[in-house]
């Protein structure tokens, strides 16, 4: 192992026990073009905002991460995370009422779509509905409405955290994490993008949502690792797993890191585990249930993949990144005017 100082610390390899393929998109050049135009038409970020925005590669990620989707609904996936995304950046710099009211606006256009504020949130959000639900199964859809209010709850209980200047244990920031972070959205899509709707009985029995459950974390807390040195430099360090194993658990930054290594790879093998004793359903259904699996495990190795392809977590770094796991600390930014953002 390289020998790092104390402004720098070690990723654990994820990729070395991670046991999925990846593959990508073949539709991502038009499809990622066209969601990407039709985001940024409505200039609702920033300039600042957007030039980041753009430099995180969002349609790169869906092309990782739904690599199965036919062109119509690989197109709609990147609208979803594009639309995600932007929520994200407003709700980031809102307290716990404002990032509610945000995310009331993304919910309600979602679930209704005679409802209509006149906002551009609002807009764009029934836009996208519109082209989900042409081809989307009706307990899909419900079942991502869901999603969409445990998120937009989870934000704003993120919203207030930071306000107080709080960082939760671990056992409830690992719950809270699975909604703020949108995983199980986007978790959501992946039956709308193979053109399946799986009933509830599977969806919810206790073995198919222990694979779901590994899944989500496998995402959150590799997020979490990749993107610490990002929100360290911005000052945004209460809602990552990072800060809380170290609070909680006492850790230094480099035990953090080794321990996010051993806890991914548990996470492995309860999926696995899970995935071998997955009950029967019938023929159809479990073609349908494996179906899901390949998407489950497609998001895991895509989000690996896109983590060092996108300029996002390392920047221009990244493939050096990759080659060595060593991350050399960004000095913290002066906070800037938000004046910009109004």
């Known amino acids: 192992m390289a020998s790092v100082s104390s402004g720098s610390f070690v990723l654990p390899d994820l990729h070395a026990v991670t046991p999925f393929v990846g593959s990508f998109n073949p539709h991502y050049p038009a499809a990622a073009s066209e969601s990407s135009e039709w985001i940024n038409s409505y200039r609702v970020l920033s300039d600042k905002k957007r030039a980041f925005f753009l430099q995180g590669g969002s349609e790169l990620l869906c092309a990782h991460a739904y690599s199965y989707a036919d062109y119509e609904r690989f197109r709609v996936t990147c609208d979803f995370v594009n639309l995600l995304f932007t929520v994200d950046e407003i709700s980031d710099d809102q307290n716990g009422k404002d990032a509610y009211g945000t995310g009331l606006i993304f919910y309600n256009s979602m679930s209704n779509l005679d409802y209509d504020d006149g906002t551009t949130l609002c807009k764009m959000t029934k836009e996208f509905t519109a082209r ?52 199980r959205f986007c978790f959501g899509l992946a039956g709308y993008a193979l053109g399946i709707d799986l009933p509830d009985e599977v969806v919810e029995h ?17 997020n979490d690792l990749y993107s610490y040195n990002m929100e360290q430099a911005m000052g945004h360090t209460g809602n990552n797993v990072m800060t809380v194993l170290m609070q909680d658990k006492g850790l230094d930054l480099q035990g953090a890191a ?16 899970a995935k071998r004793t997955l009950p029967t359903w019938g023929k159809k259904i479990d073609w349908e249930v494996s179906q899901y699996i390949m998407a489950m495990e497609t998001w895991v190795i895509g989000n690996l993949n896109w983590s060092f392809e996108t300029q996002r977590y390392f920047g221009h770094a990244r493939h050096e990144i990759k080659r060595t796991r060593v991350v050399h600390l960004y000095p913290r930014r002066v906070e800037e005017s938000s004046d910009d953002e109004n």
């Open 132 to 183: 989900l639900l042409k081809h989307c199964g009706p307990l899909t859809y419900r079942r991502f409405v869901k999603h969409c209010k445990d998120y937009i709850e989870a934000v704003a209980k993120e919203a207030e955290l930071r306000e107080r200047g709080e960082v939760l244990d671990l056992a409830s920031y690992q719950i809270l994490r699975r909604e703020n972070s949108a995983v």
């Open 258 to 273: 080794d321990h996010v290594g051993v806890h991914f790879k548990n996470l492995i093998d309860t999926f696995l585990e």
């Open 206 to 222: 206790p073995t198919f949502m222990a694979m779901h459950l590994a899944t989500v974390d496998m995402v959150c807390w590799s």
